[in-house]
């Protein structure tokens, strides 16, 4: 029974099962529990102290952050396998963004205090969850750095390359959030953003009916990410 809990436990993420004892697998375990949300959920707001070590075990969360214009910039999205929050769990140990639920999911909630304990034990572990850190900071980073570098056409194409070969592994999908949400992401307005995929959809890049997408061309979309 135990090495099945284990399994779906760890399944998927990228925290593989030979990084953990035995031992620690089963406290990691029982001291979790896993918790279903509906989506809009808040998981935690920004400004909240640090609770829980969350694992996504299926569903999708936002990573948001608050701007001075009163908007909230989408700075990441979590996918199944991943941690929720984890930087800000071993930083200031109060979260610097909020995450909210856009597709019901499942989460495991891993007691802090016994998470650390492993840690402080086990540096395979602890160095396994530093280079997740340092990837997932680096891509937001990077698209960061795109965003502000392309011109439009370019900020839509990354958009629709990031949720196709990044959250759905799928060229055809749902967007799981709204058109301000999608302008937000892209750096742009709503008009904005509706203008391009029109555009996109009457030049056959893409196939589009309301939420529903589908990408025709990935070769166009590749050339328009790389020149912007």
Known sequence: ?????????????????DALSENELQTLYDNSKLVKHKK?????NEGDFTSHIFLLKSGLVKLSKKLKSNRSLIINITT??????????????????????IECCEIYYINLKTFNTILEN?????????????NESLNVFNRVIAQNNRQLPGKLADLLLYFSEEIYHSNSFEF????????EMAGTTKESL??????????????IEKKSIK?????????LSKIG
């Open 1 to 17: 029974m135990g090495d099945i809990i284990h399994e779906n436990l760890l399944a998927n993420t990228f925290i593989s099962s």
């Open 40 to 44: 809009k959920h808040i998981l935690f």
């Open 80 to 101: 199944p396998g991943k941690f929720i929050g984890l930087s800000s769990q071993f930083s200031s140990g109060i979260y610097n963004h909020t995450a909210t639920v």
């Open 122 to 134: 086990n540096a395979k572990y602890a160095m396994s969850l530093m280079k997740i850190i340092c």
């Open 176 to 183: 799981p959030l709204t058109r301000n949400e999608l302008a």
């Open 194 to 207: 509706i203008r391009t995929l029109t555009e996109f959809k009457n030049d056959k890049i893409i196939a």
């Open 215 to 223: 990408l025709k061309s990935f070769e166009i979309l590749k050339t």
